[in-house]
Each structure stands twice: as structure tokens, then as C-alpha cells.
């Protein structure tokens, strides 16, 4: 009996000793001991930004700000295209055989409202070239534009609408935009209007070289505003603002290996775009200012070379002669490291102060001399014909006519060319001639059989024309041409 009641103990303890293990390691009840987590640290989902009302305010005011004044701009592209029977001319004389083969497209980008009275600015590329030019306000008003006047140096230009009491733009200070500072682009991308897109600016004075290399100046000048702001074709012209609102930029370019955004967007500064607006405007074109320097980056091997004091600033690699820059004894070497109180670290930079100057402008210049001691001197600008006086509009009326600017010719090019008259195409907008094939450089000898003698009698004539135009052309290498159009 006591045998078997031990062995019974003995069971159950064996029994029991197992189930006690089991639910020791299978105990899901909170230890005391256990660390708890600390409610304190902030806690923040993955590659989420902090929530922050007071952007959200500041980017919604913006854009309402903004929106209105930001337009559509559609355009018509008309190309005329000569094809020349070369025996018909051979019966009855030059100009005869041609026939004009027009080709029609359709461009479309943005613009900004600058003036309640229809002043409109854009780039130079979305109207260039167009016929007809339409533009669309934000509450669907749609008015024909005319061109005011263009700068291809800068990519931009002027249109106006026949229009009342609009919503222009506020200015804002470009030279006080930071980088990592937010901006939103306003514009019309894959002709959807009226969208917005917020980014940062994430550099500024960056030169991408893309007027020099579609040829469209001979004296680019780029001092872009980056971002990352998705900008699309169709945001060309438009505008770039600050969370107040006020236009620091337009939206020119971007840089893209399939023809839309990816990742970066480039605007021209609003204080340049103000200085090229107003001169348009005010005299017909714009008052472009020279320094007569070449110039180039400071970069370490150059420092090393040329045993420079700094890598800050800005090269002379030479100077022209008789410029401002020569008169006021600046000498290949120098650095410039200042315009006025501002520090200027890239050819572009430079670039960007010069050009908000106009011909007749002193300016101060911070100089290291190849000594290093370093010296102010003043440097009284001038324009590209060496010449400090501002052009006027009634002037520049006198030399334009259809799209293009037209100049004296100096005895030398005549003798050159061997001709005895003629006018030299100087600059060529979107109009008639430029449509025809026609280009900077060449000269105007003939109109209808009559000689032309002076800008002024060759624009009287293009002006007071209707019907058939015979012009007698000289290309820059001499040879002689004809170029026939209806008016």
C-alpha cells in the first residue's frame, strides 16, 4: 500500500515538472523588469516630412496669388519656304521663278501679366518665329497678342494684349533668393493650365549654355536660378515665386534627356527680367551695356598657373580695346571679385550684374591685380559699338521693319562684298523676313529694281509695300541672290 501510494507521488511530480516547464517558456505576461519604450521621442514615418501648417498656408496664398496672373500663350508658326525654277528666271530675269511654300505649326508655352494695361512677359523662344500669337487668361478671357519686342541674349520677350485692369506680378528682390529657399513654378506644362509645382532652389549663376548653343545671340548671357520644381514644355515663360507670391524668375529651360522633367528646372532672374522688360518697353530694345573683358572660371589648375592670390572671382583672360574695361586700365590677369558691394564668383555671375546695366552706367569693380594688392576702379559702360548714349525708340523705328534691324555699311565692308550701296541686316526677329530664310549678316542692295541707299529708305519701303517684294540680297561671303514675298 505505502509502495503504492509512493509510487503515485512520484508520478504526479514527474507529471508536473514538464507542464511547469512548458508554461514557463510559453508565458506571454508583461515582466515587470522589462524596458519600456520612451514616450517622448518624437516618431516619425519613414521619409515622411514633419507636417507643418504654416508651409501648407504659405504655398496655398501663393498660388492664389499667382495663378491669376500667370497666362496660356498659343502660337502659329508660319514658315515660308522658296523654291526657285531656275528656267523659268533664265526667260524672264531674276526673281521671277521663285514660288513661296508656306508650312504651318503650333508652339505653346506661358507668360506673365506685368502691367494692368496688357504688358505681358515671356521667352523669346515661345514666340519666336509666330505669325500669330494668342494668349488666354485665367479666367478663360482670350486676347491676340503683338509682340512688344525680343532679347535673345536673355531668351526672353515682351507681348501685349489690348486689355484693362488685369492682375500684374509683384517683383521680388532675385539677388535675395537663397538656395534651399521654397518656390513654386506656375505655368501651363502639356498644355494643362494653371498648375503649380512646388520645389527648392537648389542653386543659383548656373550657366547650362543652351542660348549659345541654339545660336540665337552672339552675347548670351546666363545666370540661371535652379530648381527642382517639376517644369515641363509648356512652363516656358512662366512664372517662378516665392511663398509671397512675388516673381523671382521665369521658367526657361530644363534639363532633360527625354524632353520632360527630371529633376532639374532653370528660371532667368526677376532682376534681370525686370531691366530687359523695362528696356523693351521703353526704348524698343534693349540697352545692352559691355564691360570689354573675356573672362573665364577660376579653377584650381588656372590658380596654380597663373599663381593667382584666390580661387574667388573672376579671370580677365583679355580685354578689348578701347572698351571701358581697357580705358579704365583693367590688364589681362586681374581678378574681379566684386561689382559694387556684390561678390561675383563665375563668369555667369558677372555676366548677370553687367547686364542689368545699361550703356552710360558706371560701375565699381573690386580688383586683385596678378601682385595681389587689391584695388577699386571704375568703369564707365558702353554699348557694342563702343558708344555710351542710349539708342531711342524713334531711332530704332527707323531701322526696323518686318522683324528685322537694319544697319549702315561701313566703305570697308563695301569694297569687301564689292558693291557700291547697300544695308546690313543687324538683328532679326520673328516677322516676314526672318520666316523667309533670311539672316543676320547679310545685305540689302535692291528693293523692286531700286537702289537701296540708307536704313531709313529701305524701311519707308518695306513699311508702304503691297503686294510683290523683289529684295536683292549679298550673303557675307559676296554672293549676290534674290528673295521674292508678297505682302
Do not use: C
Request: hydrophobic share 35%.
Amino acid at each position: 500500500m505505502n509502495r503504492t501510494i509512493k509510487n503515485l507521488g512520484i508520478g504526479v511530480i514527474g507529471g508536473m515538472l514538464p507542464l511547469g516547464a512548458f508554461l514557463l517558456m510559453n508565458d506571454t505576461t508583461p515582466k515587470t523588469n522589462n524596458i519600456q519604450p520612451e514616450t517622448n521621442l518624437p516618431v516619425h514615418a519613414v521619409n515622411l516630412p514633419e507636417f507643418n501648417p504654416s508651409i501648407t498656408e504659405n504655398f496655398t496664398a501663393a498660388s492664389d496669388k499667382s495663378l491669376h496672373s500667370v497666362v496660356h500663350v498659343k502660337t502659329l508658326v508660319t514658315k515660308t519656304r522658296v523654291v526657285r525654277d531656275p528656267f523659268y528666271e533664265f526667260f524672264n530675269g531674276p526673281g521671277t521663278g521663285q514660288r513661296e511654300y508656306e508650312q504651318h505649326g503650333q508652339g505653346s508655352g506661358s507668360g506673365v501679366i506685368m502691367s494692368e494695361d496688357g504688358y505681358i512677359i515671356t521667352n523669346n523662344h515661345v514666340i519666336d518665329d509666330a505669325t500669330e500669337i494668342e494668349v488666354t487668361l485665367n479666367d478663360d478671357r482670350t486676347y491676340t497678342a503683338t509682340i512688344v519686342g525680343t532679347d535673345p541674349s536673355t531668351d526672353l520677350a515682351v507681348i501685349k494684349i489690348d486689355a484693362d485692369n488685369l492682375k500684374p506680378m509683384t517683383f521680388g528682390n532675385s539677388d535675395d533668393v537663397k538656395v534651399g529657399e521654397w518656390v513654386l513654378a506656375v505655368g501651363n506644362p502639356f498644355n494643362l493650365t494653371s498648375t503649380v509645382t512646388a520645389g527648392i532652389v537648389s542653386a543659383k549663376g548656373r550657366n547650362i549654355n543652351i542660348i549659345a548653343r541654339e545660336g540665337k545671340s552672339k552675347a548670351p548671357i546666363e545666370s540661371f536660378i535652379q530648381t527642382d520644381a517639376a517644369v515641363n514644355p509648356g512652363n516656358s515663360g512662366g512664372a517662378l515665386v516665392n511663398t509671397k507670391g512675388e516673381l523671382v524668375g521665369v521658367n526657361t529651360a530644363i534639363a532633360s534627356q527625354t524632353g520632360s522633367y527630371a529633376g532639374y528646372a532653370f528660371a532667368v532672374p526677376a532682376n534681370l527680367v525686370k531691366k530687359v522688360m523695362k528696356d523693351i518697353i521703353d526704348y524698343g530694345i534693349v540697352q545692352r551695356a559691355y564691360l570689354g573683358v573675356q573672362i573665364a572660371d577660376i579653377t584650381q589648375e588656372l590658380k596654380d598657373e597663373k599663381s593667382l592670390a584666390t580661387l574667388n572671382g573672376v579671370y580677365i583672360a583679355g580685354v578689348v580695346e578701347k572698351s571701358g574695361a581697357d580705358k579704365a586700365k583693367l590688364k589681362e590677369g586681374d581678378v574681379i571679385t566684386k561689382v559694387g558691394s556684390k561678390a561675383v564668383n563665375s563668369p555667369s555671375e558677372l555676366q548677370e550684374e553687367i547686364g542689368k546695366r545699361r550703356p552710360g552706367d558706371k560701375v565699381s569693380l573690386t580688383i586683385i591685380d596678378t601682385d595681389g594688392n587689391e584695388s577699386i576702379k571704375e568703369v564707365l559702360l558702353r554699348n557694342d559699338a563702343g558708344e555710351t548714349k542710349l539708342i531711342s525708340k524713334s531711332e530704332v523705328e527707323k531701322n526696323t521693319a518686318l522683324g528685322a534691324q537694319f544697319g549702315e555699311l561701313s566703305s570697308k565692308e563695301m569694297k569687301e562684298l564689292n558693291i557700291e550701296n547697300g544695308v546690313k541686316i543687324n538683328a532679326l526677329s520673328a516677322g516676314k523676313l526672318k520666316a523667309l530664310g533670311l539672316t543676320e549678316g547679310m545685305v540689302i542692295t535692291k528693293i523692286n529694281n531700286q537702289r537701296v541707299t540708307d536704313t531709313e529708305m529701305l524701311t519707308q519701303a518695306l513699311k508702304n509695300a503691297k503686294g510683290g517684294v523683289l529684295l536683292e540680297v549679298v550673303t557675307p561671303s559676296g554672293k549676290k541672290d534674290y528673295v521674292g514675298f508678297g505682302l
